[in-house]
């Protein structure tokens, strides 16, 4: 069955340091590959998305991703995080037909 | 152009009462999906229509049902409300015809009391 795993429930980082969240999903093939944030009481935003092509993807905010296939991983990093970014993050794995299945989430606390 | 529209925003329901929200995809959008987040089970997906049609669906119980319309608006409805219905709903439009990611609403936060 599908599955997308984000091992990390929660992280804290210092505002300036570099981040990474981590995303592993099971698939037989290649999936449609995505990262949302949330912030507290609204919905999901698209940070940024891997259908095909260059495996290093860029996304808004500052964020990027990169895919490994041979680590069916997709994780999540930013250079260097500020307070803004406090949320909840979300990975997510998308078949055809528009079916999603989103991993757990990551809580990501910044730190002045 | 206009995001996800969801109403309400919020609503307190007591058990057994039924009730129907509501979603405006983004204009051109044809696929909705709605979801179920919870703080123990996360996001759930619940079903996803497309041009009127339920393409998938989730792992729910009947209590839950949906439908879309003609101009791609969808509603949501849930009967006989349980406490365990409570939750943030997230509904998301999609172009529909590839899987390019979800710009989703806001979310309707319902409360079963």
């Known amino acids: 069955a599908q599955s997308v795993t984000q091992p990390d429930i929660h992280i804290t980082v210092s505002e300036g340091a570099s981040l990474e969240l981590r995303c592993n999903y099971s698939?037989?093939?290649?999936?449609?590959l995505f990262w949302y944030v949330q912030s507290p009481g609204q919905g999901l935003q698209l940070l940024l998305k891997?259908?095909?092509?260059?495996?290093l993807v860029q996304g808004i905010k500052g964020f990027e991703a990169e895919f490994k296939r041979s680590q069916s991983s997709f994780n999540l990093r930013k250079p260097s995080v500020h307070w803004s970014d406090a949320a909840e993050y979300f990975c997510?794995?998308?078949?055809?037909?528009?079916?999603?299945?989103f991993g757990t989430g990551t809580s990501l606390t910044v730190i002045p | 152009k206009a995001g996800v529209t969801q109403t309400p925003r919020y609503l307190i329901k007591t058990r057994g009462q039924q009730v129907t929200l509501s979603c405006s995809p983004i204009s051109g959008h044809r696929s909705v999906s709605w979801y179920q987040q919870t703080p123990g089970q996360g996001l759930q997906f619940l079903f996803e229509?497309?041009?009127?049609?339920?393409?998938n669906k989730g792992n729910f119980p009947g209590r839950f049902s949906g439908r879309q319309f003609s101009n791609s608006r969808s509603e949501m409805n849930v009967s006989t409300l349980e406490l365990g219905d409570s939750a943030l709903y997230l509904c998301?439009?999609?172009?529909?015809?590839?899987?390019?990611?979800?710009?989703f609403g806001s979310g309707t936060r319902l409360t079963v009391v």
């Open positions: 698939y037989g093939a290649t999936p449609y």
């Open positions: 229509y497309f041009s009127e049609t339920q393409r």
């Open positions: 997510a794995v998308g078949y055809t037909g528009n079916q999603f299945y």
């Open positions: 891997y259908f095909s092509g260059d495996t």
């Open positions: 998301a439009s999609s172009p529909g015809t590839e899987n390019y990611g979800y710009t």
